[in-house]
């Protein structure tokens, strides 16, 4: 019979020896939301299609391939985050692609696909297999061992409908979703570069534009010290005239956000608090030091078994750890001792031997009925004594276990009814009884489900280990530190009404503020203060309004917070006061690039270009050429603006001209204007660069495509973490 893959031939074994994570995510019952006609009980429609399952399904995917590849069970904030951002862009991307390729006639079967992850697989055998999956079928190797990986790969699809197995399959789906969306996009962008058109009257009228300018060329930061007093603060006129010419292309948003200021009241633990935390830690030690027996402490303290666990000195993670056990004798007491400021630590080095890191074994499982396995062939009584016989046939024929009949193998080779059990991760009684078995021994396992006949086929090399326990102790605020600090940001939240009377009421009481500008529904910062989803929900849920203040929000036990919503953007054109800030946060750069500029000027009119380099410490650089129809890569980075002011200068003749952020002073050497080339070939694939070049790439037409597409996103009503 065809191999279905390590999880299902060693159903009782590896379920017991090796855990997979499948820690879910808790998003709440969504099913539990009335579902109308209306968009708010919507989570995603993207081009008048509802996506909420989408959504969600793909979510869980990629968590499990991260999971998967990263060796974690769960995520902090952040890293949720960034999984609800991936999962977005690329169901955005994948249903505009899919779209455009339809109408292009391209569209995917479901034929195509599966022939796409055929060939995905097969490619783990050439010199360029697909990268996603190599590493998951690396992380399948380490956990279940190679041969069993590559039968897992082969038989992928059967692990889905299994609750056991679910996650490795969600982790496929996401790794075939990852390659598909390249595979699209590369045909789409294809098709588009290939169907642009240029006319030869597009190309002439470049090559007579284009011109290459020899020059010397140096750039002055307009933020250095000696332009702190120049007042480049625009007025209220130029700024309304700048956001009426610019609102719908600059000011245009095609995603909800706010400007979030938060008042912090961090949470920490006063001198008094440290004091009594630390007597609590040695007078434990002092009492954990006398008790007769390590259990009978964790008895006392409610612990229960203490940690069996052989480490090696790899095994542990905490600096200085390490090597304090392993130069420690054996029943050695751990003195009390802080780490990072965090927490107290103390323990002993209860016990130590030279113990192999993993063992390699061949099986036989021999599952009894249950009320989880009705169909089984043998009761628990039968099983057992068809388990001792197979041991004692093997032992008095001092045979090995791939000489028994095949049905008691289930069917399985030789190669799939072995593998290599680590000691981290296996049941601490279960991998001492084997390694005390010697080579081609055998013992008899007990499992909830069954029985399993091990034969110890080899062990690696002896390395030294220990066995310890150790207790911790958090360095925090007491309970009432925690209120006091509590009842302070009630009395702040309660003395302000406004986002300008949080922010003026801090500074007058010495709080930290934090400000966050432009901040996303579903972000998790705000500014650089971390853990802020409870903030950050409070201040997109319903009817919260500019200018409104939160209540005291207890962010992790790590600081309280009293929020305000600043600003409120919604999607479409912004309101000028919304954006007022953005506005004179530009054109003061650029007004001072101007004003700058001004001064070198009326600097070269007395000095040398080196004279001034000198003066505000910037690199005069020779033989610079610069290109009219080049982009900002070939020009050194000169700024179009600049460009353009540059190619009108006189020669010889040193000028200080503005860009938008910096001023370039340029010496014109040379100016030459090349004839245009045969056909127009090279001005057609000048054109074609700035079309689809570096700055008009793939992930601009994406963002253009995206930002023309009706998008519903409310994932922030139905994702609170």
């Given at each position: 019979m065809a191999a279905i893959g390590a999880i299902r031939k060693h159903g009782v074994a590896l379920m017991i020896i090796i855990g997979l994570a499948l820690l879910a995510f808790i998003l709440g019952d969504l099913s539990q939301v009335t579902r109308t006609f209306s968009n708010k009980y919507v989570m995603a429609k993207v081009d008048g299609k509802k996506m909420d399952n989408v959504y969600s399904e793909q979510y869980e995917q990629n968590t499990a391939l991260m999971r998967l590849l990263q060796k974690k069970s769960s995520f902090d904030e952040n890293e949720t985050y960034q999984i609800h951002e991936m999962t977005w862009r690329q169901m955005l991307q994948d249903a505009i692609m899919d779209k455009q390729l339809k109408a292009l006639g391209m569209a995917y079967t479901s034929q195509m696909v599966e022939d796409f992850k055929a060939d995905m697989v097969a490619s783990l055998n050439t010199?360029?297999?697909?990268?996603?999956?190599?590493?998951?079928a690396q992380a399948l190797a380490e956990q279940f061992g190679p041969e069993n990986a590559m039968a897992i790969l082969a038989n992928i699809e059967e692990y889905g409908n299994n609750d056991q197995t679910k996650e490795l399959y969600n982790a496929y789906k996401a790794?075939?979703?990852?390659?598909?969306?390249?595979?699209?996009?590369?045909?789409?962008?294809?098709?588009v570069q290939g169907s642009l058109y240029f006319s030869d009257a597009a190309a002439k009228q470049l090559a007579n534009d284009n011109a290459m300018a020899m020059t010397q060329l140096m750039m002055v930061n307009p933020q250095l010290p000696a332009f702190n007093d120049l007042n480049a603060k625009p007025s209220d006129k130029e700024m309304k005239d700048f956001y009426n010419t610019h609102k719908k292309d600059l000011f245009t948003s095609y995603e909800q956000d706010r400007d979030i200021d938060v008042a912090v009241f961090p949470i920490n633990p006063t001198p008094k608090d440290l004091q009594d935390i630390e007597d609590t830690v040695r007078a434990d030690y002092q009492r954990f030091a006398s008790m007769a027996s390590l259990l009978d402490y964790s008895i006392e303290k409610g612990i229960g078994s203490v940690d069996s666990t052989f480490y090696?000195?790899?095994?542990?993670?905490?600096?200085?750890?390490?090597?304090?056990?392993?130069?420690?004798?054996?029943?050695?007491?751990?003195?009390?001792?802080?780490?990072?400021?965090?927490?107290?630590?103390?323990?002993?080095?209860?016990?130590?031997?030279?113990?192999?890191?993993?063992?390699?074994?061949a099986t036989i499982e021999l599952p009894f009925k249950t009320s989880q396995n009705t169909t089984a062939t043998y009761t628990k009584k039968q099983a057992r004594l068809l388990a001792d016989s197979l041991k004692n046939v093997i032992a008095s024929r001092q045979a090995s276990i791939f000489e028994l009949q095949l049905n008691y193998l289930n069917g399985?080779?030789?190669?799939?009814?072995?593998?290599?059990?680590?000691?981290?991760?296996?049941?601490?009684?279960?991998?001492n009884e084997l390694v005390a078995t010697p080579d081609g021994g055998l013992y008899v396992y007990a499992a909830p489900g069954g029985y399993i006949v091990f034969q110890v086929m080899q062990r690696t090399q002896l390395i030294e280990k220990r066995q310890f326990v150790l207790y911790d102790y958090d360095i925090a605020a007491s309970e009432a530190t925690f209120n006091s600090i509590k009842s302070q940001a009630n009395q702040f939240a309660a003395a302000i009404s406004s986002d300008a009377e949080l922010i003026a009421e801090a500074a007058k009481k010495g709080i930290q503020t934090v400000n966050g500008?432009?901040?996303?529904?579903?972000?998790?910062?705000?500014?650089?203060?971390?853990?802020?989803?409870?903030?950050?929900?409070?201040?997109?849920?319903?009817g919260t309004k500019k200018d409104d203040i939160s209540d005291v929000i207890n962010v992790d036990r790590m600081f309280f917070a009293v929020a305000a919503n600043k600003t409120?953007?919604?999607?479409?054109?912004?309101?000028?006061?919304?954006?007022?800030?953005?506005?004179?946060?530009?054109?003061?750069?650029?007004?001072?690039?101007?004003?700058v500029a001004e001064m070198v000027n009326k600097d070269l009119a007395s000095s040398s270009m080196e004279?001034?380099?000198?003066?505000?410490s910037t690199q005069l650089m020779d033989s610079v050429m610069l290109y009219f129809a080049g982009d900002m890569y070939q020009n050194r980075g000169v700024e179009a603006k600049a460009i353009g002011k540059i190619f009108t200068l006189p020669a010889n003749k040193p000028t200080a001209v503005s860009g938008r952020n910096m001023v370039y002073v340029a010496n014109v050497q040379q100016t030459t204007t090349g004839a245009a080339t045969p056909g127009y070939m090279l001005e057609k694939n000048?054109?074609?660069?700035?079309?689809?070049?570096?700055?008009?790439?793939?992930?601009?037409?994406?963002?253009?495509?995206?930002?023309?597409?009706?998008?519903?996103?409310?994932?922030?009503?139905?994702?609170?973490?």
């Open positions: 010199q360029q297999p697909n990268q996603y999956l190599m590493q998951f790794i075939v979703r990852f390659a598909l969306s390249a595979e699209k996009s590369n045909h789409y962008f294809s098709l090696k000195k790899d095994d542990i993670q905490l600096d200085i750890l390490d090597s304090l056990i392993f130069k420690m004798p054996v029943g050695s007491y751990i003195e009390p001792f802080t780490y990072e400021n965090a927490k107290w630590y103390f323990g002993k080095v209860y016990g130590g031997a030279s113990r192999p890191d993993s063992v390699f074994v399985r080779e030789r190669t799939d009814s072995t593998f290599w059990l680590p000691e981290r991760g296996t049941i601490a009684s279960l991998y500008t432009h901040v996303l529904s579903m972000a998790t910062n705000i500014g650089q203060l971390p853990n802020c989803r409870d903030i950050v929900s409070w201040a997109f849920a319903d409120v953007r919604k999607v479409g054109v912004q309101k000028f006061e919304n954006v007022k800030a953005d506005i004179e946060a530009m054109l003061t750069a650029e007004k001072k690039a101007e004003m004279a001034v380099a000198q003066k505000y000048m054109l074609r660069n700035v079309m689809m070049g570096r700055e008009r790439g793939e992930a601009t037409l994406m963002t253009y495509l995206i930002q023309n597409t009706p998008i519903i996103d409310n994932r922030y009503k139905f994702y609170q973490k």
